[in-house]
């Protein structure tokens, strides 16, 4: 910052006062987009960073891999500040994108195995208790999933929100683990890509592609809720009527 000032009275110097005050106009735009620059990776972003910095690209892996267990860790912020990081040469763009990609996958197997500890069985019994939901909703998903399960795995690894949570059903209903495997790494790799190749290229302005994957969060979320509040409204009216036929 203070380099950018002192180049700048350098070249008013041999200016006539009207560019001078352009200079100092464009300058006094110039810092604090500068100062907010370096504000963005203060907190998490920094903290992010730091790891990377210490680990390399296997630290962006592990941050991914974390995001899945624990979703508070967005991986919208972290893909794009791998790139970033990569573009500041602490590691490759192809390191990068392989070590998050197998961050991703790690994380998501983790999910699988518990999916599978659960199991049908214990999951019908949970299903049973619940209020609003019957066991023939959790049989017409069983066979959905049976029927688009592979899709499902593949597109919903690019979907905020159900990225890390569609590998349960997957272990509940025992998906070859091979299969599963490949359908996340392939899902992965491209969601992974986009967002720590944009990182690279963006620089300093990384934060653009997260402001973006955070207005589609923001539609999944709404999206999400619309359904389930619709879906509750239908099951309420329905149980109602039951008693009167």
Known sequence: MGNLQARSRIMTAFLNPTQSECVMSLVSVLLPAQAAGSAELDGLAGWVVDV????????????????????????????????????????????????????????????????????????????????????????????????????????????????????????????SFLLFVALTAAGSLIWNSVFVVAGYFLGENWHIAEQYAGVFSRIVVIAVLVFLIWWVVRRVRRNKRKPAA
């Open 52 to 175: 990377m910095e210490a680990i390399g690209a296997p630290g962006a892996g592990l941050l991914v891999a974390l995001e899945n267990l624990f979703p508070p860790l967005p991986s919208e912020v972290i893909l794009p500040l791998a790139g970033f990081t990569a573009s500041q040469g602490n590691f490759s763009l192809a390191g990068a994108i392989f070590w998050t990609t197998l961050g991703s996958v790690i994380g998501a197997i983790a999910l699988y195995w518990i999916g599978v500890a659960l199991g049908r069985r214990r999951l019908r019994v949970i299903v049973d208790k619940m209020p609003l939901v019957d066991l023939d909703d959790l049989d017409r998903t069983e066979d959905w999933f049976n029927r688009h399960g592979k899709a499902t795995v593949f597109f919903g690894r690019m979907i905020p929100i159900f990225r890390s949570l569609i590998s349960i059903p997957a272990g509940i209903e025992r998906m």
